[in-house]
């Protein structure tokens, strides 16, 4: 154990624990003081290769594949149950590795993951095929089939939840994984192979391999043993990777960046709105691919919602992500606080005015950000245009419902977007328009297992959650056969 309590990390391949090839280890930094928490091994491409090499061999001697779908079932309900007796240690990992308020890692990050697999348990019975009309004195029908090894490649701001999001839709079909976790923030990753292993998921069926993401990732996403992608992250390394994945025609799910449009008409119920503008950019600190970090504004409205806002931000609890009452913890590390701080330093450049925070709180050494509110910024400018990925809100005016949908549709991404409004007939109409995955009404980040949720245009394409993912992680397969007459 180390100094806080967090084992070393070690690779997971074809169930065993070992060092990397090189016997490299990296240490894993607490952004709440800059302190080191434990240290995990760094991965080789040669160690890749063999955990690879592990997912094929499992796939094809169908000890995962070639169970019953209910037998997998029973063993990913025991993985949800392992993840409810380790629930307080997944929660303290995440706490400390990503700076999340142990508020959130005990409310919503550990209980998620445990709903994913327990959706995903429930579906793995009905995977099923139908039979078809045949050609004449023949019989057809489709089967669902497992993709064969799955590369899940998860990113650092929620490591437990989207890691459980891909590998529990991918487990209940059939396939095997080697799941890459985000440099900064393995634990929760190293943690999982445990729970998995425990509840009976045969060897070789996960492998983990924690390190350099360009390296691995690349690596992992070329290699030809590698049948499908799962990845989240930035539009920009997406793009890289699904320029990759298409050189070996890979099937490829992609969840990518977000700039998510919050609409608030002047019907809004204004208790209602405020409380979904804050929770849209300060939750997670706003390393939130679904941020609602564009606030548009019906004009009547703008003024009221920019004071109450500018007052409210500040009387939200931020601090040391272990104190039970803190809601904004710390940036993930020295580098993004410098990348957050530089967007709102050229946003004030471009014309904007920052009517709340837009500076550091220095607590313990930690990266700490204050909740930021800028108006007055053009739509050209690039902290409405790109994804700043931290506690920033943009606040712009608009004066009819068409302006609003322009604006809202007027950036390259399309994940999550919000509508204000007490008007059913409207949040219909304006929902239908809107270029996004996913609209949240009168609410934001109202998310469960069973709704499909991703994004359109440089938001990715695939929906993790609901049914539909359970599909992403298949392939249709028609069998037809001869039934002469006589
Ligand atoms: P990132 O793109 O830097 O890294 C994501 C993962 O890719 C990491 O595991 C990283 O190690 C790996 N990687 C890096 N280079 C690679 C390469 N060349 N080939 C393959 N893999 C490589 O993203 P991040 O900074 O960890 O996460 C933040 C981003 O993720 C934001 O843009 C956010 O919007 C997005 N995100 C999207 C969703 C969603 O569901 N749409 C959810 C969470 C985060």
């Not at 068409?402 to 604006?407: G, M, S, T």
């Not at 919000?418 to 934001?444: D, F, M």
């Amino acid at each position: 154990m180390g100094a806080t309590g967090f084992a070393p990390g070690r690779l997971y391949i074809d169930g065993a624990w070992t060092e990397s090839s090189s016997g490299e280890r990296r240490g894993v930094v607490n952004p709440a003081d800059a302190s080191t928490i434990t240290d995990v091994s760094w991965a080789t491409t040669a160690d890749v290769d063999r955990a690879v090499a592990a997912a094929k061999a499992a796939f094809e001697d169908g000890r995962w594949s070639g169970l019953s779908g209910r037998e997998r079932s029973r063993i990913l309900f025991r993985v949800a149950e392992r993840i409810r007796d380790r629930a307080e240690e997944l929660a303290q990992a995440e706490t400390a590795d990503v700076g999340k308020p142990i508020l959130f890692t005990r409310m919503i990050d550990v209980p998620t993951a445990i709903e994913q697999f327990e959706y995903f348990a429930a579906l793995a019975q009905t995977i099923e095929g139908a039979a078809r009309l045949a050609p004449a004195n023949a019989f057809s029908y489709t089967r669902r089939e497992p993709l064969g090894v799955v590369a899940a490649i998860t990113p650092f701001n929620f490591p437990l939840i989207l890691s459980s999001s891909k590998l529990a839709p991918a487990l209940a079909a059939g396939n095997t994984i080697v799941h890459k976790p985000a440099e900064d923030t393995p634990l929760s990753a190293v943690i999982m192979a445990q729970i998995l292993e425990e509840a009976g998921v045969p060897a070789g069926v996960v492998n983990v391999v924690t390190g350099a993401g360009a390296e691995l990732g690349n690596h992992l996403v070329a290699h030809p043993d590698v049948n499908a992608i799962a990845f989240t992250g930035s539009t920009t390394v997406g793009q890289k990777v699904a320029m990759k994945a298409a050189e070996g025609f890979k099937p490829i799910m992609t969840e990518l960046g977000g700039n998510g449009p919050n609409i608030v008409f002047a019907d809004a119920d204004i208790d209602v709105a405020v409380g979904a503008i804050i929770n849209s950019f300060v939750y997670n600190t706003g390393q939130f691919c679904m941020a609602g970090a564009r606030l548009l504004v019906e004009r009547p409205l703008h003024d009221t919602i920019v004071g109450i806002l500018s007052g409210a931000v500040g009387n939200v609890p931020l601090g040391r992500p272990t104190d039970p009452g803190t809601v904004i913890g710390p940036l993930v590390s020295e580098r993004h606080l410098e990348r957050v701080e530089a967007f709102v330093e050229r946003a004030k450049a471009q014309g904007g005015q920052v009517v709340a925070g837009g500076e550091r709180l220095e607590l313990d050494g930690g990266y700490y950000f204050k909740p930021t509110v800028i108006t007055g910024l053009p739509n050209d400018a690039e902290a409405i245009q790109e994804e700043v990925f931290g506690p920033v809100v943009t606040v712009q005016a608009f004066d009819s419902e068409e302006e609003a949908i322009a604006l809202a549709n007027s950036t390259r991404y399309g994940l999550a977007s919000g509508i204000q409004t007490q008007s059913i007939a409207r949040a219909h109409r304006v929902a239908a328009k809107l270029e996004a995955g996913i609209v949240w009404v009168n609410g934001w980040a109202m998310l469960d297992p069973s709704v499909p949720f991703g994004g359109v245009k440089h938001s990715g394409m695939g929906r993790e959650s609901g049914p539909d993912a359970l599909l992403n992680y298949t392939r249709t397969k028609s069998v037809t056969i001869s039934t002469p007459a006589s």
